[in-house]
């Protein structure tokens, strides 16, 4: 059956959601500048004077002409240290060479000398995480001053810190996962084990530069005056001490050397075809912005959104007429299935216990899980509390939690409470999550915490002072939390920490599902074994 739209783009309230959205779209625009903009006009020009190029222009020329480039939180680090640390001094990503789709991983010296700060350390790991889970070579793009010494404590001795990274180098390795590096600059310490650690090395003649001490640490523990040069240069490197495997007299022959490198791997074939014909959807993208606006508040049919990023717009809904806050459907996605969840309302036990069935089914029928994510929770109150909410909400937890087959995760709108957590919120390792820049992510909406919190301290101050003084408490109380609440459950507050790999436009959604749908397919063998049990 095909399918039918409701949706009025002439009405007046498709165009002020359009008109809204697009200025949110323009913030967004305008912070991916900011990205890509490095450590600023003067370091960019002092880096090029020296003969290299931008991390950007680095990953275009390594990367097969025309391939896609997934890049993972190019947003980290927004916000934070005065907006100095653009994309957190780091760009990760998938990319294809030779090929072979593979994660880049790249240094931005101009960024604080390419040193690590915490957000450069987590997107660091996070791309490991997905190049481990989708089996892809690791090529690390190295130009790194090691940790960024003033926020040491940030990033050098916790788990998940800047030992995690190599840690994971050295597993991926051992798993048949190629670790690959071109140093291009200097690299000290931490940046000296990329290359050290990795399966094969290559250095730029001239600008790389690999030392576990630079000549001022040498300077300070042995009393050795040294130039970096003869410390840890090119040739020094490849012809002395063995470090580098390969000369490159520039960092075209370099990144030349990494594809041919690649190109001997070895490794399996891409992901097969898609089994089913790649079909566009019936509706346009494009008018998506106009159904969800930018007012979480305002209600809308979830299928319009979906109708607009599947193949021909085909749903097979499940139970369509049961739980119906909850749309469970099969589709295809560049001719991939794929099993969604998507929220249109409050989770009540029926909708729960629906997506719990349906990810059974999905598990069974190997089709990866898709969770369109628009929720305040799940229903609260002594109806729902006597029906067992609690239980049945957990159901739909432990399914999605246990689930065998790839989990993607979209926020398109509120994240807020346990709803997150039962449509697959970051705590439950999703292969890949995204937000739309309307979405807020957050325990509760800010309107709710300053209920909640005055609430509290009202409770807490009963009996206690005087009326005027009550008063006043409250009202900062209720200010100071609808400020927090609102800053914190920005999409910007939340990328800027990684806590998801982006965000994304509606309209490059479809796309950026189907390049993880192929990646899954090639990564993620059949699921078998036992089914799990529901707790009922
Ligand atoms: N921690 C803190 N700041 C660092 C840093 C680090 N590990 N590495 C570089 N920086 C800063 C520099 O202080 C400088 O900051 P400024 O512009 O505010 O003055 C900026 O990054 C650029 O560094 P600079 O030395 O001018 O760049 P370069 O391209 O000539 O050299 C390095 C880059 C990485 C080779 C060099 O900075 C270096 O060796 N850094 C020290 C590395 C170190 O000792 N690391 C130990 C970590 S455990």
Redesign the pocket.
Known sequence: MSATSKINIRSAAFKNNQQSYSGMLATLRERMAWAVRGGGDKLVQRHIARGKLPVRERIDLLLDVGSPFLEIAPLAGWGLYNNEVPSAGAVAGIGIVEGQHCMVIAND?TV????FFKETVRKHVRAQEIALQNRLPCLYLVDC??????EQDQVFPDWGHFGTTFFNQCRMSAEGLPQLSAVF??C???GAYIPALSDEAIIVEGTGRIHLG?PP?VKAAINEVVDGETLGGAGMHTRVSGVTDYLAADEHQALAKLRQIVRHLNMPAAASPPPRDVLPPRFDAEEIPGIVGTDLKQPYDVREVLIRLVDDSELQEFKPEYGATLVCATAHLHGRPVGILANNGVLFSESSVKGAHFIELCNQRNIPLLFLQNITGFMVGTEAERGGIAKHSAKLVYAMATARVPRLTVLIGGSYGAGNYGMCGRGFAPNFLFAWPNSRIATMSPEVATTVLTELRKGSLKGAGNEAEMAADLSNIARETTEQFTRQSDPYYATARLWDDGIIEPTQTRDVLGLCLQLLAQATPRATGPSPVFRM
């Not at 604080?112 to 040193?115: C, D, L, M």
């Not at 001053?145 to 003033?150: H, Q, R, S, T, V």
Request: no cysteine.
């Open positions: 010296a604080k000398g390419g040193s001053g090691g940790a960024f010494l003033p600059g200097g000290t310490a931490g630079g640490i």
